[in-house]
């Protein structure tokens, strides 16, 4: 970070952490920059992607947070690769799950994207994480590895009866931002694809039935008109979103006993189809995991 900051002749004295999963994620507030450093080789072609729909989205005036002026394309150091975006600072209101299926539903309408994204692969993405699997048992890889096949076939069968839309992957409300102008815009789209565009509401609906809280999915529903619950793909989308839940922190099990202990908390609840057992978001335990 302070070497691409150099490198920008900007300040960083007053840079701090937003985020440490895939990526870091520095904010630079007198700089008026975010800096997003992928921590690993193997996600260049992630990069390239999001920088790519971020030029598409800002001349489309989508509802998006924009790339910094001075840097429209990855910035290279050693092996990684980093993105430079304008810094959106915390205004009131923060964003609510209404603005959330406000926004959705623009994003959702965006005409075909010109930049090559790859399909909704829920299963690809479990698969690749158990190829990570440090800590992980032969019996719970066995089980996730089942899962996984069980899946796979129904995810094809939705995807040849869908006609692909633009889907951000991972939306939620730690997702948007509210600009200055009062406007709520999505961030971070490594996980952008095309696929069922329904794929965007249920993370909200699964996230309220693992972690408790009532209303937010009734909200969204109403925001963006419609229940995803009553969608004949639900259970599979709901399958989709709790696999990605339990296998993101597969990498993480050798380093967090608390992550550990959640992971094998969700994999009971899953193989004894106990749908009421509720979950600890892994943000919560103290960890840089994802939900």
Known sequence: ?????????VPSDDARLLQLTNNAVFALPTAK????????????????????????????????????????????LGSLLASVWTYVPNMPPAPTVDDLG???????????????????DPIGDARRRLAD???????????????CDRLEPQVTA????????????????????????????????????????????????????????????????AAYGFDVTTDPGWPL?????????????VPLLASSSAVATEFRCRIRSVQSNDHAARWTPFTDLGTSATK
């Open 1 to 9: 970070m302070r070497q691409i900051a150099a490198e920008l002749a």
């Open 158 to 221: 939705l995807m040849q009866r869908t006609t692909p839309r633009l889907v951000h992957g991972d939306a939620h409300v730690g997702n948007l931002l509210r600009a200055p102008s009062g406007r709520v815009v999505l961030c971070d789209f490594d996980a952008t694809c095309l696929g069922p565009w329904q794929v965007d509401l249920a993370a909200v609906a699964v996230g309220e039935a693992r972690f408790g809280g009532v209303g937010n999915h009734a909200r969204l529903a």
């Open 102 to 120: 406000q926004v959705l539903r623009e994003f959702h309408s965006l005409r075909a994207s010109p930049v090559d994204l790859p399909e909704w």
């Open 237 to 249: 989308l709901r399958e989709a979103r709790e696999l990605k839940m339990i296998a993101a922190a």
């Open 133 to 147: 699997a440090e800590g992980l048992s032969r019996n719970e890889h066995d089980f996730l590895s089942r899962w």
């Open 33 to 76: 920059l975010v800096i997003r450093v992928a921590r690993t080789h193997r996600l260049h072609d992630r990069v390239a992607k999001v920088t790519d729909l971020a030029l598409w989205f800002a001349a489309i005036d989508a509802p998006t947070i924009r790339l910094a002026p001075a840097v429209q394309g990855p910035m290279a």
